[in-house]
């Protein structure tokens, strides 16, 4: 799943040692500091879009029949309601200062104790980026303690589908261990309220994997090792607890040079681990299977199908091996995955017998996937997946498996036929939102990867999937006209085209007839003025290039360069005068205004503050003229004379993104939706008089991390936030 890197006003240091840390609240910093105002209380749903994500994880839990949790790279942790066939999310009470913490690396359980539950978070291990933290359950993630690391995990990098680096020691429930990327192996002997690093024969790096997985076998534990280079040791056991040897006899070279995941048959006494010659998701060409018998050391090679072979189109079969799982029923029954395959796509292969024979169990799926067309991509069918590292198989029901994708979690009960396990579990990072004042659907959201959302109904996956003719992945513009809601543009990374329009509210699109070179490149957002005569389109690199934006007065058909234009800046069009479009300068701290329809720009308001890209600039429904400006921790300014000048807003102190909703009954002017600070908390905030005063109306338990990218109220109902999330989707909610 991709997300963007965050600035933020400060990032917290680290060492890069590992050490003792201290026990902290589940909820500190500003993000404990308030409840909500009374009159505030709200009910939060995801508006569904199923899954969109990639699952990194899925654990059943040995001993509880129909326990299980999963894990994402973005989006946190769930846990399974096997009652109500649904993903509870365990983590939304994360907030805006703990927004690295919404990547889970890894999750453990305890067999001996049901009720327990252990996540290992932190999404980057980057320097801008917050130290990791373990969270730790005694009510199956119900509520939480948390302990703070001083060691950074990386649950969105190179790796993340790896196996679970997080292990309850088999010989004492009291004793933890941790696997991390760049500090080594820690240890915990108070179930996970403090940790100090521990010796391991393996050196780690600042660049390297670390500790691929921890696993169980018996009494004693294995740990894989990322950093090998193919022919020194990468699997290590202890059998004390205290004392790490290399497993002799271990397989090497290319196929066997990152050991993925592991999976322990007590029944046979046999260890299998999948291997491939990257950690992935991406990146991997080789890769094997091979067996430890632990109680005589001896290894056997179970590799179902050897990458390298040839394709029918001239190519070359090329893939490594991710998720295994082993049959708590069975013994000599398991399931393992093919991972990075695009050419044959990716697959299951089970075996009956110790791995001796495999069956490929996409060559006999049928695939439902009515419940969230999405999952097509705008073919006539979906494929059986593809960032295949997650593989969980029911250890109370031989046929059901379940395993992640990117973009969801698929499950069986008869091996045969396979539909999306996602109830719940949304991962989206959401990039735009529109509600529009007329049609069917009350939402229309543009995400990272999954491009374009009509949602008919607010509780089920659009039917029409994601929009299609051309497909994007990544969203990176969306806007309809003010005057003539009918008429919908959106732009993003495509590859058959990075822009299109719609003339039936969102439903159906069709390409620009033409584009400007540079948009295959840089696609950037795009904005229709009120009439839906005129586009705007701007440009910017991911890399922070940016380019001259064109303009269109034939709905796509030509585009001129709009010299006047400030490159890279988000165009935002008047509701009311089709005339009339605005741009802020994040870099020179500049509003530029037009009155030509877009043909020239000329500043206005200067001296704001500059140097951030995620300053917003938005327009009251409405009214002419009448724009308001996020500028994070600086405040946030409005203007009602077109830019001309702006004024500091004194309720609250901060503002990271904006919006506009239906009026409250005897209000004369729109709801106004904030995420920002009206004095110490970042928050979800409504203000009902024009922002003279605020009211919070999100909670300490639905916080989602960040959340700045864009926020809008529904035009027809009053009270109704959509919110974008980078990670957890589009939550809204309704006063109750």
């Known amino acids: 799943?991709?997300?963007?890197?965050?600035?933020?006003?400060?990032?917290?240091?680290?060492?890069?040692?590992?050490?003792?840390?201290?026990?902290?609240?589940?909820?500190?910093?500003?993000?404990?500091?308030?409840?909500?105002?009374?009159?505030?209380?709200?009910?939060?749903?995801?508006?569904?879009?199923?899954?969109?994500?990639?699952?990194?994880?899925?654990?059943?839990?040995?001993?509880?029949?129909?326990?299980?949790?999963?894990?994402?790279?973005?989006?946190?942790?769930?846990?399974?309601?096997?009652?109500?066939?649904?993903?509870?999310?365990?983590?939304?009470?994360?907030?805006?200062?703990?927004?690295?913490?919404?990547?889970?690396?890894?999750?453990?359980?305890?067999?001996?104790?049901?009720?327990?539950l252990y996540l290992s978070l932190g999404t980057y291990a980057q320097s801008w980026a917050g130290n990791g933290a373990v969270l730790r359950s005694e009510d199956r993630g119900a509520t939480w303690k948390r302990t703070d690391l001083t060691v950074k995990l990386g649950a969105n990098e190179d790796g993340r589908g790896c196996g679970e680096r997080l292990l309850v020691d088999p010989r004492d429930s009291d004793t933890l261990w941790l696997g991390t990327r760049h500090d080594g192996l820690l240890k915990s002997t108070d179930r996970g309220a403090s940790w100090k690093a521990v010796s391991f024969p393996a050196a780690p790096s600042a660049t390297g994997q670390g500790i691929t997985l921890l696993v169980a076998a018996g009494r004693s534990?294995?740990?894989?090792?990322?950093?090998?280079?193919?022919?020194?040791?990468?699997?290590?056991?202890?059998?004390?607890?205290?004392?790490?040897?290399?497993?002799?006899?271990?397989?090497?070279?290319?196929?066997?040079?990152?050991?993925?995941?592991?999976?322990?048959?007590?029944?046979?006494?046999?260890?299998?681990?999948?291997?491939?010659?990257?950690?992935?998701?991406?990146?991997?060409?080789?890769?094997?299977?091979?067996?430890?018998?632990?109680?005589?050391?001896?290894?056997?090679?179970?590799?179902?199908?050897?990458?390298?072979?040839?394709?029918?189109?001239?190519?070359?079969?090329?893939?490594?091996?991710?998720?295994?799982?082993?049959?708590a029923r069975r013994p000599g029954t398991v399931v393992v995955s093919t991972n990075n395959r695009w050419s044959l796509v990716d697959t299951l292969y089970r075996t009956t017998n110790g791995g001796r024979t495999w069956t490929s169990l996409k060559d006999t799926a049928v695939l439902d996937v009515s419940e969230t067309p999405f999952l097509t991509f705008g073919a006539d069918k979906p494929k059986f997946g593809w960032w295949i590292q997650a593989v969980g198989l029911d250890p109370f029901d031989s046929e059901h498996i379940v395993y992640g994708t990117g973009a969801t979690l698929y499950g069986t009960r008869d091996l045969k036929h396979w539909a999306p396990q996602i109830r719940g579990l949304e991962e989206a990072s959401i990039r735009q939102l529109v509600s529009p004042p007329t049609g069917e659907a009350h939402l229309i959201s543009g995400s990272g990867d999954v491009g374009v959302m009509y949602h008919e109904r607010l509780t089920a996956s659009p039917s029409r999937g994601m929009a299609s003719n051309p497909v994007f992945g990544t969203t990176t513009g969306l806007a309809l006209a003010a005057a003539k809601p009918s008429y919908v543009v959106r732009a993003g990374w495509g590859d058959n085209g990075n822009g299109a329009w719609s003339n039936d509210g969102g439903k159906t699109w069709a390409p620009f007839k033409a584009q400007p070179a540079i948009a295959k490149d840089?696609?950037?957002?795009?904005?229709?003025?009120?009439?839906?005569?005129?586009?705007?389109?701007?440009?910017?690199?991911?890399?922070?290039?940016?380019?001259?934006?064109?303009?269109?007065?034939?709905?796509?058909?030509?585009?001129?360069?709009?010299?006047?234009?400030?490159?890279?800046?988000?165009?935002?069009?008047?509701?009311?005068?089709?005339?009339?479009?605005?741009?802020?300068?994040?870099?020179?701290?500049?509003?530029?205004?037009?009155?030509?329809?877009?043909?020239?720009?000329?500043a206005r308001a200067t001296g704001l503050n500059s140097g951030d890209t995620e300053f917003r600039l938005v327009a009251a429904p409405g009214r002419s003229g009448d724009l308001w400006l996020s500028l994070k921790w600086n405040g946030l300014y409005r203007s009602t004379d077109g830019g001309a000048t702006f004024t500091k807003v004194g309720s609250c102190w901060a503002s990271y993104t904006l919006g506009f909703g239906k009026a409250a009954e005897g209000a004369s002017y729109p709801a106004v939706y904030m995420v920002g600070s009206t004095e110490t908390i970042t928050a979800v905030y409504r203000s009902d008089d024009e922002a003279k005063t605020w009211t919070r109306i999100n909670d300490d338990q639905h916080q989602w991390g960040w959340i700045g990218a864009a926020i809008t109220g529904d035009p027809r109902v009053y009270g109704r936030v959509y919110i974008a999330t980078n990670g957890r989707g589009v939550q809204y909610g309704e006063p109750v």
């Open 221 to 327: 534990v294995y740990a894989g090792w990322g950093d090998s280079d193919g022919t020194l040791a990468n699997l290590y056991r202890t059998a004390d607890g205290t004392t790490w040897k290399a497993v002799p006899g271990q397989p090497k070279g290319a196929a066997a040079k990152v050991p993925v995941r592991a999976a322990y048959d007590r029944h046979t006494c046999e260890l299998y681990v999948t291997y491939a010659n990257a950690p992935g998701p991406n990146g991997q060409s080789d890769g094997s299977v091979h067996k430890l018998r632990t109680t005589t050391g001896k290894w056997t090679e179970v590799t179902p199908v050897k990458p390298g072979g040839a394709t029918s189109d001239g190519g070359t079969d090329s893939f490594g091996y991710g998720g295994v799982a082993v049959d």
């Open 1 to 116: 799943m991709s997300t963007f890197h965050l600035s933020r006003r400060a990032v917290l240091a680290g060492t890069a040692a590992a050490a003792a840390v201290a026990t902290l609240p589940v909820l500190q910093g500003r993000a404990q500091a308030a409840v909500p105002a009374a009159g505030g209380a709200y009910r939060w749903r995801n508006a569904v879009q199923g899954g969109t994500g990639f699952v990194t994880g899925v654990l059943f839990h040995p001993s509880v029949r129909g326990l299980a949790y999963a894990r994402t790279d973005i989006g946190g942790a769930y846990r399974w309601d096997d009652r109500t066939d649904r993903w509870i999310p365990l983590t939304d009470h994360l907030g805006w200062d703990d927004w690295n913490l919404l990547g889970v690396e890894a999750m453990a359980v305890d067999p001996a104790h049901p009720n327990r």
């Open 522 to 602: 840089a696609p950037g957002p795009i904005a229709t003025n009120a009439d839906g005569s005129v586009l705007l389109w701007s440009f910017a690199h991911w890399d922070g290039t940016t380019y001259p934006a064109h303009r269109s007065a034939d709905n796509g058909a030509t585009w001129t360069e709009v010299t006047s234009y400030p490159k890279g800046a988000a165009p935002v069009a008047d509701p009311v005068d089709p005339k009339r479009f605005y741009a802020f300068d994040t870099a020179t701290g500049t509003l530029h205004a037009s009155t030509d329809g877009g043909l020239t720009f000329t």
